[in-house]
């Protein structure tokens, strides 16, 4: 029997490392064509040189329209087709609000929002036409938040709100549209999380470090696609209550998270 993914192609950003680079891999492994976009050329080509003929490298900032736009074009182009968006790219943040500069909050909303809405646009006709994967990692912060989060959070927030509503829109299309919520995962995005003047925080939090192996969080994103899942949660116990109690005990939660650390 046929891969579910074998002869298909897709866009990952984020691919330079993290989940989207686990999220690469893996579809290649299972026969899929990817593009794989990221800022960073000089990784991306790597991985393709590691990844062969199946991996095409698509550098671009997901902040910028046009850059999204050419990097659709650029998949359809080299494969023909565009079975599916898988948008990892992403920015956290470590920073009480009353500390952080405006700019910080622009700069999170552009990442970790405005970019799923540039790559819609680019993708959605195509995305019809096959119907295909429309998938967003998100994270629990898109669920409930803690402290230190403040823009990260409504950043995702405004990223979950955002699949919902294109989700129902696209029901009758047979676009499959499935946003991903991990808790913590073991890459570097603490590393380049933004304190409040917008300097990278640089530190390998404690609990990042001890977060999921990025491959774990793949295979449950590909096992999300073959099922045409609504939504994944890869995320150890503590992030799964933390979930539970926002929808039913929201002040317990708030006792729970104030005596916990959030780095």
């Known amino acids: 029997m046929a891969d579910f993914f074998d002869g298909k192609a897709f866009l990952v950003t984020g ?71 898988v948008h990892s790219a992403g920015v956290s943040m470590r920073a009480l609000a009353r500390e952080t500069k ?80 991990p808790g913590f995962v073991k890459t570097n995005i603490s590393l380049h999380a933004l304190s409040a003047d917008g300097t990278p925080h640089g530190q390998v939090d404690p609990a990042i470090e001890r977060g999921l192996d990025p491959r774990v969080v793949a295979d449950a994103i590909l096992r999300g696609m073959e099922r045409r899942a609504r939504d994944v949660f890869p995320a150890g116990g503590k992030e799964k209550l933390g979930l539970f109690l926002s929808k039913w005990a929201p002040k317990r939660l708030d006792r729970f998270l104030l005596g916990t650390s959030v780095t």
């Open 102 to 181: 405006v700019q910080v909050y622009r700069d999170l909303m552009e990442v970790n929002f405005f970019s799923m809405l540039f790559l819609f646009r680019a993708a959605v006709e195509p995305l019809v036409k096959t119907k295909g994967h429309l998938v967003a990692i998100s994270s629990m912060m898109g669920l409930y938040s803690t402290q230190k989060r403040s823009g990260y959070a409504a950043a995702k927030h405004a990223l979950q709100g955002f699949m919902d509503s294109v989700r129902l829109e696209l029901h009758g299309d047979g676009v499959h549209v499935m946003t991903v919520s």
């Open 15 to 85: 691919a330079s490392s993290g989940i989207g680079e686990a999220v690469a891999r893996r579809l290649v492994e299972r026969g899929a064509r990817v593009a794989a976009m990221a800022r960073t050329e000089p990784k991306l080509r790597e991985l393709a040189a590691v990844l062969g003929e199946r991996c095409l490298a698509a550098p671009g900032d997901v902040t910028r329209e046009e850059d999204c736009a050419r990097a659709v074009a650029e998949t359809i182009r080299a494969c023909g087709r565009l079975d599916g968006i």
